[in-house]
């Protein structure tokens, strides 16, 4: 009885939910696409009522589409599954009502399950799997190679989590163990709200894919202040179409970007392109050794700009923020009868390795 009571209790929540979900605006989050790539919006490590997460998972569907995200992974975990006398059913139901779901909203959803183990190895999510109850095994070998035979896509999740390596965030024998066996294909460079530069900079030394994700549990609007401006961690992926085989080869080809709170990190070839594709340079007025540059920003992203080694003779700011969705005039002069030079400056929150930002040159010339 109590099962039933919690069940139907579920499917009134569900169907209010997403009435409520009618009535709303999606908020459509302007990232620009760049060339050849369309910029998805994913979140890859969501947890449902169905592990120990405490909403149906056709709500994080509807919480999905509502902050303009074109992809979720339902990764409910294996071996935890604190609800389980309530919600007794197959590992992946989570994922089969989330997918009937899309029919009420357009965001694609992605099969997955998080493999919880103790350090090492740790907890890692499985995507794109065809079935979740093979990874049910004692071993956890096992259960890794019975990802691997379905060709999921498997990453570390939150590689720093202070619950398991609480003194230093470290990669252990058995991590290099899943990454020459093939099953270790990417690593949560973000969790949540914490960002961690050793998992970036593994990612860069061994070729892994970078992943940011919410790893939610409660409701997305308890986590975050969306009020204020705020949103989930998440992907950027550079797909060529937007579907799942798209997102699954952007994800093998290492097509991605985390962005978490202020910051965007990733390769800097996918940055760059990032930003000039954000940014416009919409007039440029010219006077003696004058120069105004008016930029306009085309994105929801901020771009925080700090001044870098230049000569002397071309002076302007020494720091810099463009703001979403905003028009900005820049000033440059260029004394002592120089005729052209380099701004030059980093975009601080443009991160291309850990505590690096994207460096940046604009060539300025006088009239």
Known sequence: ??????????????????????????????VPDIEGYKTLKCDFHIHTVFSDGLVWPSVRVGEAYLEGLDAIAITDHIEYRPHKKDIDAKLGRSFEIAEQATKEADVLVIRGSEITRSMPPGHFNAIFLANND????????DTFKAAKSQN??????????ASQQPDSTKWWPEHTELYNAGCMNGIEVANGKEYYPEAFQWALDKKLTMLGNSDIHVPINNE???????????????????????????????????????????????????FENAIEVTNVVKSGKNIKITFKNKSDLTFELLKTEHNPDVVYFRDYTI????????????????????????????????????????KVMAK
């Open 1 to 30: 009885m109590k099962q039933k009571t919690l069940l139907f209790g579920m499917i009134v929540l569900t169907q209010s939910f997403f009435m409520n979900v009618a009535a709303q605006e999606r908020h459509e989050i302007k």
């Open 224 to 274: 975050y202040d969306f009020a204020k401006g705020e949103h989930r961690t998440m992907t950027f992926v550079f797909a060529k179409e937007r579907s799942i085989e798209g997102i699954r080869d952007a994800l093998l080809n290492r097509r991605t970007a985390v962005y978490a709170g202020n910051k965007i990190i990733g390769e800097r070839k996918y940055l760059k392109a990032l």
């Open 152 to 161: 999921a896509f498997i990453f570390w999740n939150h590689p720093g989590w």
């Open 323 to 362: 703001k979403p969705n905003t028009t900005e005039t820049v000033s440059v002069k260029l004394e002592n009868g120089t005729k052209e030079g380099n701004v030059n400056f980093e975009i601080t929150n443009l991160v291309v390795e850990p505590n690096h930002g994207l460096s940046y040159t604009y």
């Open 134 to 141: 093979s990874l049910d095994k004692k071993d956890w070998r």
